[in-house]
Nanobody, 115 residues
Framework: EVQLVESGGGLAQPGGSLRLSCAAS????????MTWVRQAPGKGLEWVSL????????SYADSVKGRFTASRDNAKNTLYLQMNSLKPEDTAVYYC????????RGQGTQVTVSS
């Protein structure tokens, strides 16, 4: 069974940092590209970042470019999202998504940026 479990969310002040993790199981993690998406209150899903399989080339939404860094540890079957210089508009539930094969998305982790 494919499972994705996000963690690391919480409350951060503007300008602060958080690191999200996504633990993957039930598939060959290294073989799949992975995506981070987010959903702000009352809004639709927004694509945040893509990290390719294997060595993991990355791409980012303009709204997070230069502030967020996606990475992966294939030995640990874990995806990360380092979020720096957080802004109130980053407040959302963040999800990791498996690209290709059996679709899968985690349950999400809440990130709230507020003073």
């Amino acid at each position: 069974e494919v499972q994705l479990v996000e963690s690391g969310g919480g409350l951060a002040q503007p300008g602060g940092s958080l690191r999200l993790s996504c633990a993957a199981s039930g598939f060959i993690f290294s073989a799949y590209a992975m995506t981070w998406v987010r959903q702000a209150p009352g809004k639709g899903l927004e694509w945040v970042s893509l990290i390719q399989s294997g060595a993991g080339g990355t791409s980012y939404a303009d709204s997070v470019k230069g502030r967020f860094t996606a990475s992966r540890d294939n030995a640990k079957n874990t995806l990360y999202l380092q979020m720096n210089s957080l802004k109130p508009e980053d407040t959302a539930v963040y999800y990791c998504v498996k690209n290709g094969g059996t679709p899968a998305r985690g349950q999400g982790t809440q990130v709230t940026v507020s003073s």
